[in-house]
């Protein structure tokens, strides 16, 4: 089953002659599309740590268990569980013998991965097999498994995600002060019993709309040279969820950067009770509520 089309975001104009708020909508438009897709981040039912020892798992068929470095699966032919092509680092269902399990899994098979990876590994359920994938993973040096199930109705019942109006004034030029060298910082993520590492690469710099104060937040690097922000600000909880995100394009040869929060979306984790999100560093906090970019989907 596949969710009905994405309507308008909430808050959203549906016709304007202004160009940037223009290409704010066709990002609107690429976002819910984006999230909308079969296996995705809304079809996230479970996720479940591997125990030491050959186990039965809630919702699952087969037995499962890790040895610390290898992740294992026991399966029969009448459990239905079909491995799933290869990744691109050569990463799948293999037997004992190192072939692949061709149809379904029938006997004993294995994968590893390391901290912070993951791996479509096999899927069941559904006429052909294939409605619930079950994406092997590996978060805080800990093998678990998550199930994405296109039955989900958080999937199925998906509309598009709520949104404030367009603000003009909240797409704020900043500045961006790169550190010498990046720097971890430990961060909590949406899993009390996961911890991750952000790589602090700089700051931005900016003051919002009707104020003099000046604000820095930290920022990791993406591609080509890409900023990602993870925020807190005065709305979490409240009107949008517990924190967001927002990336800028490269800065600047002049160190600015357009940070726009009509463009700050969710994590995983504001759909999902089963996500591994990282939360914003220390500090990454504004005192003030920035209500742009998504709302609270639930």
């Not at 390391?114 to 359920?125: I, N, T």
């Not at 296109?150 to 019942?157: K, N, Q, R």
């Not at 700051?203 to 900023?227: H, I, M, N």
Request: aromatic share 8%; proline share 10%.
């Amino acid at each position: 089953m596949t969710p009905s089309a994405p309507q308008p975001s909430a808050g959203a104009t549906q016709a304007t002659t202004d160009p940037q708020e223009q290409r704010w909508q066709r990002f609107r438009d690429n976002r819910n599309r984006a999230l909308a897709v079969s296996h995705g981040w809304l079809t996230l039912t479970s996720l479940q740590w591997l125990p030491d020892t050959p186990s039965s798992l809630e919702g699952v068929p087969g037995q499962w268990w890790t040895d610390g470095t290898t992740a294992w699966l026991r399966a029969t032919a009448e459990d239905g569980l079909r491995p799933l092509p290869l990744d691109d680092a050569g990463n799948g269902a293999e037997g004992h013998d190192g072939g692949r399990q061709a149809a379904v899994v029938a006997g004993t098979v294995s994968a590893q991965l390391d901290d912070e990876e993951s791996l479509e590994w096999v899927s069941f359920g559904g006429p052909d097999g294939t409605r619930v994938l079950v994406e092997l993973a590996v978060r805080g040096g800990r093998y678990a498994i998550r199930t994405r199930d296109d039955a989900s109705p958080v999937y199925t019942g998906f509309q598009g995600v709520p949104v404030f109006g367009y603000r003009p004034e909240l797409a704020v030029t900043a500045r961006f002060e790169p550190y010498p060298e990046p720097r971890p910082v430990p961060i909590r993520t949406a899993n009390p019993l996961v911890e991750s590492v952000h790589h602090s690469v700089g700051e931005v710099v900016f003051t919002l709309p009707g104020s003099d104060v000046e604000y820095r937040l930290q920022a990791e690097e993406e591609k080509l040279g890409a900023l990602t922000i993870t925020f807190h600000d005065a709305s979490n909880g409240g009107s949008t969820d517990e924190w967001r995100k927002v990336a800028t394009a490269r800065p600047r040869p002049d160190g600015t950067v357009v940070l726009d929060f009509n463009r700050a979306i969710n994590y995983p984790s504001a759909f999902t009770d089963f996500g591994t999100c990282p939360a914003p560093v220390p500090g990454n906090s504004l005192p003030v509520p920035v209500e742009a970019g998504e709302r609270k989907p639930r």
